[in-house]
Structure formats: structure tokens, C-alpha cells
Nanobody
Framework: QVRLMESGGGSVEAGKSLRLSCEASGYTFGDSYAGWFRQVPGKERVGVAAISLRSSTSSYTYYADSVMGRFTVPRDSAGNTHYLQINVNEPEDTDMYYC???????????????????????WGQGTQVTANS
């Protein structure tokens, strides 16, 4: 059984940072994408970042324009855990953050699709991030 578990969320002052984790069990990311999404109640889930580790020295990363320069998906994944580093400085960063996985994402025709919810079959339960002004 595949399980993704996010952690690391919390309440943070604007200008501070958080490091979210996504730990997978029953699933090996390999060179498939780990996608990061966020959502507020009543709105659609939106992709913010994704990473695919292609080798020990190369990776594909993709970011939504809204978070470029503020969010980072580091390569230093530990085992089967991926991370999202968030520099929180906008109220709209207050969201539930989710990670996602799908083995077929290793072979996307366009890496932009790594930010599409339809790319992924497996989802975590989410971790809440609250930005305090």
C-alpha cells in the first residue's frame, strides 16, 4: 500500500521559512516526480513545485511562477523522503500543502505537467502552513 506523509507545517511569521517533508512508504520515487501542491478550502489544488532525481548529480525541478525564487525543492532527499523549502512572505502562502507521486511521471512529455494534479495518482493528507503577518 502506497502512503505519502507530509510534515513540517505550522504557523510562521512572514519572512521566515519552513521545510516541509514528504515521506513515502510502499513506493519508491526513483526518477519519478515528487510534486508539491497547495490548496485552500473551496479552491482548486495548485501545483507549486516538483522534482525528479535523474541521477546522483542531475535532477529536473519545476516551479510555479507564483513561488519562483521563494520555494525550493532541494536535491538532498533522504532515502524516500522529499522536501519543500518555503520562504513565507505572503498571506496567500497560507494553505494546506500536499505532496504527490506517480510512477508514470518519470516519463512526462512536458515537464510542466509535473505541476498538474492529473499527473499524480498518490497523494498525502497534507500539512497546514499558516503565514502570520
Amino acid at each position: 500500500q502506497v502512503r505519502l506523509m507530509e510534515s513540517g507545517g505550522g504557523s510562521v511569521e512572514a519572512g521566515k521559512s519552513l521545510r516541509l517533508s514528504c515521506e513515502a512508504s510502499g513506493y519508491t520515487f526513483g526518477d519519478s516526480y515528487a510534486g508539491w501542491f497547495r490548496q485552500v478550502p473551496g479552491k482548486e489544488r495548485v501545483g507549486v513545485a516538483a522534482i525528479s532525481l535523474r541521477s546522483s548529480t542531475s535532477s529536473y525541478t519545476y516551479y510555479a511562477d507564483s513561488v519562483m525564487g521563494r520555494f525550493t525543492v532541494p536535491r538532498d532527499s533522504a532515502g524516500n523522503t522529499h522536501y519543500l523549502q518555503i520562504n513565507v512572505n505572503e498571506p496567500e502562502d497560507t494553505d494546506m500543502y500536499y505532496c504527490a507521486a506517480d510512477p508514470s511521471s518519470a516519463n512526462l512529455n512536458d515537464n510542466k505537467w509535473s505541476l498538474r494534479t492529473s499527473t499524480y495518482k498518490y497523494w498525502g493528507q497534507g500539512t497546514q502552513v499558516t503565514a502570520n503577518s
